[in-house]
Structure formats: C-alpha cells, structure tokens
C-alpha cells in the first residue's frame, strides 16, 4: 500500500462520531444535525426534470473536457457574475465532477515531488481534502492562521521567505469556510504578488461563492480580482466552483474548474487517465442549473432568513456574528469545543463540530480551539428550534 495513507488524519466527522460514541441524545428532543455542510433545500424541480429527461444519454461516454454545451454556459455565467471581459471556454474551463474531487486531484497534478522539499500552503482552519491532497502529493502542508485577531483575513507576513520559496501551490477558500471571510482585492494584490515572485499556483476554493446576504453585493471572486489588477491571463490561478450550494444538488456532484490555460491544459492530461468525466445526463441538468439565477436568489433569500432569526439568539449566548458569506456559525464556545459538542449532543440531542478538528497547531495557535462550526442547512423552523435550545443549554452552563 502507499505508505502516504499513513500520513493522512482521520477525517473531522469520523473524530465526532468517536467522540460521541456511547453519548445518548436527550430522547425527549428531536435529534437535529448541524455538523455537516450539506444542503438541506429542495433541489429545483427543473434540473431534476433535465436531469431525467436526459437519461439517453446514458448511452454515450462522457468526454473528458466536458460538453462544449455546458463550457459555454459556465462561460457566460462567470462573464454575468463576475464582470469578465473574456473567459475562454474551450482553453480555460473545465468541468468537474464536484469541487471536492478537482480540489484533491489538482495537487496530485501541480506538485513536483523531485523538487526539495515541497511545501502546499492551506488556510487553518481549513477544508480537509486540501492537508490530504498536500500529503498524497508528498508535499508539506504549511498553515496560515485565521483568527479573530486579523479579522480571520490571510496574513502573509506570517510564514518566512524561506517556506514561500518552496511552496508549489497554495489553497485559499474565499468565501471561508468555516469562518465566512470573503478576501479583499488587497489580500489577492498580495497574494498574486507572491506567486509572481516565488512561482507557485493558487487554487481559489469558490464553492461558497453564491451563498450571501445582500443582494447586488455579491463577494469578490479570484478571476474578478485578476481581472481588476491587470491580469486578464489569470497566470498561476486556478478557481474552483461547484453547483452543491448554489443549486441545491450536493448529491449532482457537478462543478469546474477555471483560470490559467496552461496549467489546464496539463490538468485535463492527468484527468484524461484519472477517468472522472462528468455523466451526460449531470451535463444536461448543470447546463439548466448555470443559465438560471431565479432559484439562486430564493436560496439566498432561505439562508437570509435564517441567519436574520438564528444569530439574534445565539449572538447573546455565544457572541456570534452573521459571516459575510456562506452558511455557517463559526462561534466561540465557554467550555472545550469537544466538551461543547458532547455536552451538547448530550442533553439537547443537537450535534456541531468541533472547531479544533478543522484547524491544526501552527506557530503555537489551533485556530478551532474553543470554537464550533454550526452549519445551518435545515429549514429556518429547525434551525431556530436548535439555536434555542443551544441558548438554553449555554445558559445552564
């Protein structure tokens, strides 16, 4: 067996289900999830009558670089939201089939393990796949801090010039997850001045990119920002995006990738023998999907609601603050986050995460410590019920 798999860490939802092991939940309560980020809202009745109304399509293999049908609209739909003067469909964009498997796959792609020492760079905390995706391309994961302090900003002063100069690929997640911070073009300014001087690719995680709450105000995306400095050639980024929030259909498993030509060209190459090209029937229903911005709105305007109800509650309670984007409650926690989420679990039957098991030490800090991701994917009635209830249970601590 490789003996990379040694090095990965067990997953954050495989730790909650050992700390919660032998734990009943108050069977009083109805047992509420607000550990994982998966949508909850109903998938929209038209992809699903594309999707099934494209079922010959079974019949065929799937090319590799995706439908010139579905690149175009990907194409259009990121010259509508983000304002680009040109985005090149058949050169640089990709689909994929979600951006978790691209998110893993594309170091696998972009590493080069023959040179010393090669670092890839994550925020802290962070989405698992990017320390397992730096790990099985025999980098080494280096982590920057986001922290109250900075305003959970990318602070880039914080690793030496000497860790820059052997990192190969960075990934930043813009709107975050789990803290909700949306980078500012002086944060991109930054960070394409760095890797113009050290050479490295930037892989920006999107995935969270439409899930906001005001309308007309939509956050700064990567090829936006390139866009406004000047570099229309998006040099050295790559952006990753996908249907599983905007759309309502996790379980589609569709979405691209975007940016620099050269660096896909070399992409699609490894997907070619990666085999992972995308169903025809799931390129169909995300073509539907990407032309249309009616039920991407009514999204909004469900996670709006919720937001509005629940942080009025736990914002006395736990002090927290609405994120500028995506949909989850980063808050701070009394006691231990793992005593937080066992306790919790235990008498009001309501499950989170613990915010240290998406953070690692770096510099002396976890990030996670004290903290609790809360992701707020049911409906507003159960999301309310749960922040009550998680009041009442701080309350009594």
Not at 291 to 316: G, Q, T
């Amino acid at each position: 067996m490789n003996p990379d798999l040694d090095r990965l860490q067990t997953y954050p939802f495989q730790k909650l289900a050992a700390l919660l092991e032998g734990t009943a939940p108050n069977p009083a309560l109805k047992p509420i999830s607000l550990h994982i980020g998966e949508p909850n809202h109903p998938t929209p009745e038209f992809i699903k009558k594309t999707l099934t109304d494209s079922l010959d399509g079974l019949a065929h293999y799937p090319p590799t670089l995706g439908a010139e049908g579905l690149r175009i609209a990907i194409a259009d739909w990121l010259k509508l939201r983000y304002g680009l003067g040109r985005i090149d469909p058949s050169s640089e964009i990709i689909p994929v089939n979600g951006s978790r498997e691209a998110l893993f796959a594309f170091a696998q792609a972009v590493i080069d393990p023959t040179r010393p020492g090669p670092v890839v760079i994550c925020p802290n905390p962070f989405y698992q796949i990017y320390e397992g995706a730096a790990l099985l391309a025999r980098a080494r994961p280096q982590f920057l801090n986001n922290v109250p302090a900075s305003g959970y900003a990318y602070v880039f002063d914080d690793l030496p010039a000497e860790v820059w100069a052997r990192t190969q690929l960075i990934y930043v997640c813009s709107p975050g997850n789990p803290t909700g911070y949306v980078m500012s073009l002086e944060e991109w300014e930054q960070l394409f001045a760095l890797s113009d001087r050290y050479g490295f690719v930037i892989a920006a995680d999107e995935c969270y990119s439409e899930i906001y709450f005001e309308e007309g105000k939509a956050p700064l995306g990567a090829l936006h920002a390139a866009q406004q400095l000047g570099r229309t050639g998006y040099e050295r980024l790559v952006v990753f995006s996908s249907l599983s929030k905007r759309s309502n259909v996790p379980g589609m498993r569709s979405g691209f990738v975007a940016g620099d030509a050269t660096i896909l060209k070399k992409f699609l190459l490894y997907r070619t023998y990666h085999g992972c090209a995308m169903s025809p029937p799931i390129h169909a229903a995300s073509i539907a999907a990407w032309r249309d911005e009616a039920h991407v709105v009514e999204n909004r305007r469900l996670y709006r609601d919720k937001f509005d109800n629940v942080i009025k509650i736990l914002k006395p309670a736990l002090g927290a603050e609405m994120p500028a984007a995506a949909f989850y409650v980063w808050a701070a926690t009394p006691i231990s986050d793992t005593e937080f989420a066992k306790r919790l679990y235990r008498d009001q039957a309501i499950s989170v995460l613990p915010g240290s098991y998406l953070a690692r030490e770096a510099r002396g800090v976890n990030p996670g410590t004290n903290r609790v991701r809360i992701a707020l994917v049911g409906p507003t009635a159960e999301c309310v019920d749960a922040a009550q209830r998680i009041r009442d249970f701080v309350g009594k601590l």
